[in-house]
Structure formats: structure tokens, C-alpha cells
């Protein structure tokens, strides 16, 4: 059974910086995409970055320039480093997984995920 564990959200002032972390178990997938969404109140979940079992990473415009994503194989996690918080960025965050078929960059639409995590809270405020 798979398993997708968040943590490291809470609160923060503009300008700050947090870490999200993500803890995956039972993957049996041999090449994953695994990516961070969120999904901002009364609005869509949009995807923010994905990472590819090589390690190809894709950003979308929304967190380019301020967010980084990576990955620990051997601790089987994802991490979200978001800087220069801004009050729109207050969101549940969510960590995600797919197959990869390791051909094609891993893009960011919700509905190619397989499992979710539970989501975690960001609040920034000004």
C-alpha cells in the first residue's frame, strides 16, 4: 500500500523561507515522477514541480524562481525548499507519485497521479 507522508508546514511570515518534506512507503513502481501540488483556498490544485527517478526536475512558472525541489532516494523523500514566502503561497501542499516511463519529463497535470499525500498547511501572511 502506498504511502504519502508531509510535513514541515505551518506558518510564516513574508520573505521566510520553509521546507516541505514528504515520506513515501510501498512504491513499487522501477521509475517514478514524483511531484509537489497545491491547491490554494476556493481555487484549483495546480502543480508546482515535479522530479523524475533521474532526477529531470520541471517547475512551473508559479514556483520557478523561488522554489526547489528534490529528493533523497535512499531516505524515500521528497522535499520542497520554498523561499521568499509570499502571502499568495498559502496553501494545502501535497506530494504525489506516478509511474515514469523515464522518456518524458514528469508535467504537472493532477489527473496523471496515482496516489496523494494527505496535504499539509502553508499559511504566509504579510
Known amino acids: 500500500q502506498v504511502q504519502l507522508v508531509e510535513s514541515g508546514g505551518g506558518s510564516a511570515q513574508a520573505g521566510a523561507s520553509l521546507r516541505l518534506s514528504c515520506i513515501a512507503s510501498?512504491?513499487?513502481?522501477?521509475?517514478?515522477?514524483m511531484a509537489w501540488f497545491r491547491q490554494p483556498p476556493g481555487s484549483q490544485r495546480e502543480g508546482l514541480a515535479s522530479?523524475?527517478?533521474?532526477?529531470?526536475?520541471v517547475y512551473d512558472k508559479s514556483a520557478e524562481d523561488r522554489f526547489i525541489i528534490s529528493k533523497d532516494n535512499a531516505k524515500n523523500s521528497l522535499f520542497l525548499q520554498m523561499n521568499s514566502l509570499k502571502p499568495e503561497d498559502t496553501a494545502v501542499y501535497y506530494c504525489?507519485?506516478?509511474?515514469?516511463?523515464?522518456?518524458?519529463?514528469?508535467?504537472?497535470?493532477?489527473?496523471?497521479?496515482?496516489?496523494w499525500g494527505q496535504g499539509i498547511q502553508v499559511n504566509v501572511s504579510s
Open positions: 522530479i523524475r527517478s533521474d532526477g529531470v526536475k
Open positions: 504525489a507519485v506516478r509511474w515514469s516511463s523515464g522518456l518524458s519529463p514528469c508535467h504537472l497535470m493532477r489527473g496523471d497521479y496515482d496516489y
Open positions: 510501498g512504491i513499487t513502481y522501477d521509475r517514478t515522477c
